[in-house]
């Protein structure tokens, strides 16, 4: 069994807010306080080693105002991540916050949180034996993109590209024709170039667009790409729609397909703009989370299985 490493003092509020909510999923009372993080980083004696003067406060503890600090910020991130999953009105962020703790709900329709916690933590093999925690991620990405592109009068649809296919044809060529036909765009797979190997999905692990009840060319398209590794900042730019099409399809959708990154990761905030204008319009844990509303239910038991076995494994003795 895995142990719960503690944070340094330099890792950052998203890596301080992540050990709070991974403590609160293993502790027997389901909560973990600001108290609980100050504790830890003074136990790793990192404290002296992120610069500045060493704070002593009135017993003498150096440190004091400097680990109050940082737990204090690890809370801003988890204020926020309530409210990026929607508020507490939705009901997508997996912990109730409380001014100085936070409590672990085992309410099922908050699993996607937790899986998606759990994958970025301990990776895509953290789950029931036989379950591939990166298609499940694909899954629970195509879902919350068909939601993000969803209409009131003509819902989003979806096609599940991503290598190995199993819902889909495994045949490069074949599920790409598929696509095209499903999309009404792009007119198949190129025949000059579907006989090439090792393409697997090129890149393109799903695709969403929402159609006019016309059926004609010419609609808002998404191709996205799923990352559950923590290399993923190397993969942003892997994706290109137009290299694509040009380089698969017998035509050229009408209007380009906008590019969509998924990540189980929290993304700071300082390298929000970057990693958009590299990947396209992100959707990290909180953004996927706030969309797990109206998922189907055999993937939210899913979620819901693989986090458990997650927690049992890695968390808990």
């Not at 970025?120 to 990405?141: H, I, Y």
């Not at 195509?142 to 989003?156: I, K, M, W």
């Not at 703009?273 to 969309?291: P, V, Y």
């Amino acid at each position: 069994m895995a142990q719960l490493l503690a944070p340094s003092a330099s890792a950052g509020p998203e890596t301080h807010a992540d050990w709070l909510e991974l403590r609160a999923l293993m502790a027997a009372d389901h909560n973990s306080s600001l108290q609980d993080l100050i504790q830890v980083i003074r136990r790793t004696g990192t404290i002296e080693a992120i610069g500045g003067d060493a704070e002593v406060d009135e017993a003498g503890d150096r440190g004091a105002e400097k680990t109050q600090s940082l737990a204090e910020a690890a809370f801003e991130e988890i204020e926020d991540r309530l409210e990026a999953c929607g508020g507490s009105q939705v009901g997508m962020y997996a912990f109730r916050v409380f001014p100085q703790y936070i409590e672990s709900s085992e309410a099922k329709q908050m699993s996607v949180y937790r899986f998606l916690l759990l994958l970025s933590e301990f990776g895509k093999d953290a789950g029931p034996p036989g379950v591939d925690g990166a298609r499940l991620f694909e899954l629970v990405s195509l879902s919350a993109a068909e939601r993000y592109f969803g209409c009131d009068s003509s819902p989003a649809h979806s096609y599940h590209f991503g290598s190995p296919r199993r819902s889909t044809n495994r045949k490069f060529a074949v599920a790409l024709s598929e696509l095209c036909f499903q999309m009404g765009e792009g007119a198949g797979c190129r025949s000059d170039r579907a006989s090439r190997r090792h393409q697997k999905d090129a890149g393109l692990d799903l695709s969403v667009w929402c159609p006019f009840y016309d059926g004609r060319s010419g609609k808002l398209i998404g191709f996205g790409q799923c990352a559950t590794g923590s290399d993923w900042k190397d993969k942003l730019t892997h994706l290109q729609p137009q290299t694509f099409c040009a380089m698969w399809m017998r035509d050229t959708p009408a209007v380009l397909p906008v590019r969509l990154f998924f990540v189980p990761f929290r993304i700071p905030r300082q390298g929000w703009l970057e990693s958009s204008m590299r990947g396209g319009i992100l959707f990290d844990r909180c953004r996927i989370a706030s969309l797990a509303r109206g998922m189907r239910p055999d993937l939210l038991a899913a979620c819901d299985e693989w986090a458990t076995h997650a927690v049992d494994e890695r968390l808990r003795p």
